[in-house]
């Protein structure tokens, strides 16, 4: 009776240990699913907000070209391009979109008396039009097409040469031929102000030279550009909860120069840098912009997650369950000292069978010359479950960091291998497969690689692995490389001493026919 008590005892103990270890295992995981996703949320963002970039480039190059196709464009030209490119949903959605003049100061007058008679839209012309504000300078920079989306300060007639760092950005353009970005224009809107940006490309006059900086000076009659806002630009993006208080976006032009912040960052007291549980760091990179985006996730993303809140109380229910159940079990066969006996050895002989098996194959997968690599194809995205030394030593990654990973971070970007499809159809049938792949070390050097992939199945037939064994061949391949190039240039020698003998024995038969010909 005493020994049976301590069994249960004994037995439940176990049965909480495992419990809370097995709540921590939850918890821990759960942090790394959110992380995962929060991942891919966060590269969605960047994507998203590159294509708008890219978008922008492509509507500004489509009306560079116009230019560069003709004499000069009219308004009604301009605008029906837009509407053109529209069509085809080329054209984004920003505040505006506009051509810039550049004007020199003794033909003021005569441009401003040229835009109001302008009739190609209206036939009342634009009676009212003037550049603004008002300057005394030897040039003018004044909008002369312009395509709103939004009322702003930036309207007709404005002239962007009035604000010094904006006319600077402008002159790089001019003298460079290529587009820049100024990042830190203040829109005033109906809305109110709001931070943003102004991209240009510079527009030269047809048919000259344009190899120098001073060619390109003198052949400048213009700017096409967009304007937009940040808010306008991380808009309606799939990111669900982008505006509530779990995230936070910010923008960097370099390394610390900080052009955008949402309004979280701003809050009074809803944002802690404390409170961080996750944050990912990318660069923008769409037409070189020296941007890096920043997203952050506070603590309360995981914390709000009902599966965070009720996971935990319904592991430790069912753990309490099993571990009343196991404790009354043992109990109950413990108070017969021969059956409990019985089970104890025998459940001890099944343990050490076990235990020797996980032995012997660990030491024989620790002692493979080849790389040993299993996944588990039930848990999601088919993750590592073990590698052994010798596929740490051909990949250069440790377990630790391969264990959790899909395989396909050993292709980094070179997903377009036939071997890839090969084996994505394996493991999607449960089938074997050998493939020669791409890969990639962890110090970023290719090696050609032979996988051997096959599923291991259950007695049930349940699939419950796949184990491949990877091999480095390498030097194989340049091995058979090397000797089939050496293969075709003897064959080509072969080739030209074949044809040479041919030549040889021509050139005979002519000479001995000459000699039969020549009187004796």
């Not at 008396?113 to 009212?128: H, M, P, Q, T, V």
């Not at 300078?137 to 939004?150: A, F, G, S």
């Not at 497969?433 to 996988?451: H, P, Q, T, W």
């Amino acid at each position: 009776m005493k020994f049976g008590l301590i069994a249960t005892a004994l037995v439940a103990i176990i049965c909480l240990i495992t419990t809370f270890s097995v709540i921590e295992f939850a918890r821990r995981s759960l942090i790394h699913v959110h992380e995962e996703e929060f991942q891919e949320l966060s590269f969605e963002v960047m994507l998203s907000s590159e294509a708008k970039i890219v978008s922008y480039m492509h509507s500004l190059q489509g009306l560079n070209g116009l230019y560069a196709a003709s004499k000069s464009v009219e308004r009604n030209e301009f605008e029906e391009f837009l509407l053109a490119i529209g069509k085809y949903r080329r054209l984004p959605e920003s505040r505006l979109i506009f051509y810039v003049e550049s004007v020199p100061a003794s033909q003021n007058a005569e441009f401003v008396e040229s835009i109001r008679k302008d009739i190609s839209l209206d036939l009342a012309g634009i009676s009212n039009y003037a550049i603004y504000p008002a300057q005394n300078r030897t040039d003018y920079y004044p909008i002369k097409y312009v395509k709103e989306y939004n009322p702003s300060n930036f309207g007709l007639g404005f002239d962007l040469g009035s604000l010094p760092e904006v006319l600077l950005m402008m002159e790089s353009a001019r003298d460079s031929g290529d587009h820049k970005t100024y990042s830190q224009l203040l829109i005033s809107t109906d809305d109110g102000a709001q931070e943003g940006f102004l991209l240009v490309i510079p527009v030269y006059r047809n048919g000259v030279p344009l190899s120098t900086v001073e060619e390109r000076r003198n052949a400048s009659i213009g700017y096409l550009g967009v304007i937009d806002s940040y808010d306008s630009l991380f808009k309606g993006l799939n990111f669900d909860a982008i505006h509530n208080d779990s995230f936070v976006i910010e923008l960097y032009e370099g390394e610390k120069k900080v052009i955008f912040k949402n309004e979280l960052v701003w809050a009074s007291g809803s944002y802690n840098p404390d409170d961080i549980a996750y944050s990912v760091t990318l660069p923008m990179v769409a037409d070189a912009q020296n941007w890096t985006l920043v997203l952050t996730a506070v603590e309360s993303l995981v914390e709000h997650d009902p599966i965070h809140i009720y996971l935990p109380a319904a592991i430790l229910f069912v753990g309490f369950f099993i571990s009343f159940l196991f404790s009354g079990l043992i109990f109950s066969a413990t108070t017969s000292k021969a059956r409990a006996l019985h089970y104890a050895r025998q459940i001890t002989k099944e343990l050490k069978e076990q235990q020797d098996s996980l032995r012997a194959h660990e030491r024989a997968f620790s002692a493979a010359t080849s790389g040993i690599v299993i996944t588990n194809p039930n848990r999601k995205d088919n993750p590592v479950v073990y590698v052994n030394p010798a596929y740490e030593k051909v990949t250069g990654y440790s377990a630790e960091e391969v264990i959790g990973k899909n395989l396909r971070f050993l292709h980094k970007e070179d997903y377009k291998q036939e071997g890839l499809t090969v084996l994505r159809e394996a493991i999607k049938n449960k089938k074997s497969c050998e493939v020669i792949l791409k890969d990639y070390r962890k110090d970023g050097s290719m090696f050609n690689a032979s996988l051997s992939m096959a599923p291991v199945f259950e007695d049930t037939g349940k699939l419950v692995n796949f184990v491949g064994i990877l091999n480095d061949i390498t030097e194989r391949m340049n091995a058979e490389t090397q000797l089939k190039s050496r293969t075709e240039e003897l064959e080509k020698f072969q080739q030209l001493t074949v044809d040479r003998e041919i030549r040889m024995n021509e050139l005979k038969k002519q000479m001995e026919e000459l000699r039969q010909k020549v009187p004796k």
